[in-house]
């Protein structure tokens, strides 16, 4: 009965258009007050959820991000990855993957890594003859690679949620965030022969390859003072993300002289505000999830399953489509702090390892931002671009089909996550 008046309860309240926020807490408020049970000791839970030290890392990261897009590290960036990009067919599509990938390992975001490189990479693209709806839908696609490339935001959140070393995810995370990248510099370079999208023509100049090297050395850098302090022992995530802050403050002000009043403002502003919204689902997507823990939900589904299958292969393929469905409706990070609870212990269960299942979840549900109803990156690249997000979508299904090979792939080798983790001991 518990089951069925929340899963209506959260359902019906989607349905009439509820904020996510709304409709967790609504309905798991609701099972309480019909069980009698007294509902202080559910607001305790979800906050002590949200009273957590790794967690700390959500809100530095994201204000770091905000002030190297002010200090003009992110613009410089671009800059490197046009150059790398060179005369190749689909040249400045490749540039804006290669672009998203660098600003990823920064921000950890996916829609702030696609309205910094959008910002930029879509104009340059439409002047230079690729449309509008492409650009567009390369730069929303290539967008989502911030949720998996370290320092990642909902690779913390998961790490949170399934107790499991954020450390040892963010290095798992490495590898499938490169080939996520490579299989759309793959699928851009087929799409941009098919369409004749080529670049003017100039060939590789390594005298302003080396300027734009040396220019953007200080940016080149961030990743390698964030990822490489993680990795060598020195920091925490946590306190990696307090350190970046101050690396792009330094950078912006010292290096850079870019860094301004008004946009110190704004990365507050933008910082306090997706804090805000993160930690709020955070808190009603705890209170659900005990609910379905006490209600026993997670062991009943992972019966289900084990009744339907025990192949593993089969399992992961139902796993991956049903990620994939619900990204497509439902934000990340309330999607990863309601599914994990259900959906680990089944895998646990086939001899799955957690870190191979973050990150096969977190990349499953990264494609979600550039697929439609909810597709947050479809939204901003479609304001810059000026396009309608139906005509996106279209252009995205084949960069998105690339995607869905590469998490396959995740899938069915554990080795690809699990090799670098393995190799550094954790």
């Not at 926020?21 to 979800?46: C, H, N, R």
């Not at 990696?240 to 946009?263: C, D, N, P, Q, T």
């Not at 005509?391 to 554990?414: D, E, T």
Request: glycine letters at 10%.
């Amino acid at each position: 009965m518990a089951a069925t008046v929340l899963f209506s309860m959260f359902g019906a309240l989607l349905l009439f258009g509820a904020p996510i926020v709304v409709a967790l807490g609504v309905a798991s408020m609701a099972v309480y007050v019909m069980s009698g049970d007294d509902i202080s000791s559910l607001i305790e839970l979800a906050f002590s959820a949200i009273n957590s030290f790794p967690l700390m890392a959500l809100p530095s990261f994201i204000l770091a991000g905000a002030l190297m897009g002010d200090a003009g590290i992110a613009r410089r960036l671009i800059y490197i990855a046009e150059e790398l990009a060179g005369p190749a067919a689909g040249g400045l599509g490749a540039a804006a993957v290669m672009a998203c990938m660098f600003f990823g390992a920064i921000s950890g975001s996916g829609p702030a890594t696609t309205a910094a490189v959008g910002m930029l990479v879509i104009p340059a693209m439409i002047e230079r003859g690729y449309g509008r709806s492409y650009p567009a839908a390369i730069t929303a696609t290539a967008g989502g690679l911030g949720v998996v490339i370290p320092p990642s935001m909902p690779l913390v959140i998961y790490g949170v949620t399934a107790n499991e070393s954020i450390s040892a995810l963010f290095i798992a995370g490495v590898i499938p965030g490169v080939m996520l990248g490579m299989g759309l510099m793959v699928a851009n370079y087929i799409t941009a022969k098919r369409n004749g999208y080529q670049t003017e023509g100039m060939g590789y100049d390594w005298k302003r390859i080396i300027k734009v090297l040396k220019d953007g050395f200080w940016s080149l850098m961030a990743p390698v003072v964030i990822l490489g302090g993680i990795y060598s022992g020195m920091f925490t995530p946590t306190e990696a993300a307090v350190v970046s802050i101050f690396y792009a403050l330094f950078v912006g002000i010292f290096i850079h002289k870019e860094s301004s009043l008004r946009g110190l403002s704004e990365a507050f502003q933008n910082t306090t505000w997706l804090t805000g919204r993160v930690l709020i689902i955070m808190f009603t997507a705890t209170a659900f999830g005990r609910i379905l823990v006490e209600n026993h939900i997670p062991a009943m589904i992972a019966q289900g399953i084990l009744q339907v299958t025990d192949s593993l292969w089969l399992v992961w393929i139902l796993v991956i489509g049903f990620l994939l469905i619900v990204g497509m409706f439902i934000e990340i990070l309330a999607t990863i702090m309601i599914v994990t609870p259900v959906l680990l212990p089944v895998m646990v269960e086939l001899g799955v390892d957690p870190i191979h299942f973050g990150i096969v979840l977190v990349v499953s549900l990264g494609i979600g931002f550039s697929t439609p109803p909810l597709g947050e990156n479809m939204f901003i690249s479609s304001s810059i671009a000026n396009v309608s997000i139906e005509r996106i979508s279209v252009r995205a299904l084949p960069l998105v089909g690339s995607m869905v090979v590469i998490v396959l792939l995740l899938a069915f080798f554990p080795q690809i996550s699990l090799w670098m983790p393995e190799l550094l001991g954790f």
